[in-house]
């Protein structure tokens, strides 16, 4: 088992998240759970003049996905494959959100993991699930079993 990624220099290193205005936070983050916070600026606002859907579901992909980058190996990586994100309350410019991802179940290939969107009141206002798909650098090359039978032909 490795130790829990160095979160201040993965945030160093940037990404979507932080052109958007998140960051990790590494004080409320470890093995297997992610904290990502942020404030709203008006860049963040629908037509509405409320946080678009697109902002919680950046800030919930986030924190699950880093929750899952926690638990990885040296050799492995990951991308979401699916993600369901529910709006349960709008949030407002300058309001702080703070978006806690937590695997739910690590298998081989594939992780399970929770979020919950909450405001600086502590109500939430989003909730979320996912998937994330893991590989390897280690993992042997595939070959899909249509692609071998065609190969073989063209000998």
């Known amino acids: 088992m490795r130790p829990v990624p160095d979160l201040i220099a993965a945030a160093r290193r940037g990404g979507f998240h932080q052109e958007v205005g998140f960051s990790i936070d590494p004080e409320r983050s470890g093995r297997g759970f992610v904290t990502v916070t942020g404030r709203v600026e008006r860049r963040h606002l629908n037509i509405n003049a ?13 924190a699950m996905g880093a929750s899952v980058v926690s638990l990885l190996t040296e050799t492995e990586t990951t991308a979401t494959t699916s993600l369901y994100v529910e709006f349960l309350r709008a949030a407002q410019e300058g309001d702080t959100l703070t978006a806690r ?31 994330w798909y893991i590989w390897s650098a280690d993992d042997p090359p595939r070959t899909h079993p249509a692609m071998a039978s065609s190969a073989e032909s063209r000998v």
């Open 50 to 62: 409320v946080v678009h859907g697109g902002v919680y579901a950046t800030i919930l992909d986030t």
């Open 101 to 131: 991802g937590e695997v739910l179940r690590r298998g081989r290939h594939i992780a399970f993991a929770e979020g919950n969107l909450t405001g600086a009141d502590g109500r939430r206002l989003s909730q979320a699930r996912g998937t």
